[in-house]
């Protein structure tokens, strides 16, 4: 598994935004994507706007060997928000994939895939079929994006991918609004969990004028924290306002005297 990009939305710097963080030189995170591989082909998790550079940043997928040849085999979305998604308009020309997703997500993305399917080639389904892979899904919020208009959810889920060959377990849950049913039994022999890590604190958007967390849709890593003992968990999509991203931070040293860790763009895995 590759960590593609490990900021929320905006990525960080955010282009409009002259907060501390944005402004302090720190190493730069684009928006939360990642890779998985069980060895034929690359999956992704997410489809950031940051994809081209993502892609171009990653000798594993990059084209080749043919002149047009790639090696991404399809997209798993967790969520219809535009961060995690606006990249699929990127990869048209692709070919097509296939996009696995919750239906209302598919609902939402609508006017997104009528666009790529011009191009030829996706497929859009809720089905999630990974070869090599098992995959289960479990809905966590019905938290809906701003630009979609109301209908069932639900609206986000996090994934837990399974290599039969390996052992290995990965849950890839970026969005979390509470803790939700279900979800300790769904992390309970995880190799990695990969956790919303949007926002420290309940009140961090205060700062710049913003909505709360929980509002937005994004449980607060000191709800999270506590439960974190023994496993081996990793916080993604952090916000431009999180203190954590300053390794020099008493927040930073908070999550990993916990036990979790706050990996770069980039870091790689293996199950
Ligand atoms: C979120 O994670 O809550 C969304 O991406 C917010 C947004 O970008 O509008
Ligand atoms: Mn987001
Ligand atoms: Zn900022």
Redesign the pocket.
Known sequence: MILLGTA???GCPQWNCACVLCTAGLPPRTQDCAAISAGDGWYLLNCSPDIRAQILGTPELRAGPGPREIPLRGVLLT?A????TLGLLMLRESGGLPVWAPPAVLTALSPFSSVVDSYGGWTWSSVVDLPGLRVEVLPVSD?R??YASASDGPWVVAYRISDPATGGVLVYA??LRSWPAGFDEFVADASLVLLDG?FYAPDEMAGVGGPDQLA???LPITAGLPRVAGRRWAFT?VNNTNPVLDPASPEHAAVLAAGATLPPDGSRFTL
């Open positions: 929320a939305g905006g969520d928000e535009l961060d995690h938290k994006p701003k970026p969005c949007t937005m849709g994004h999509h």
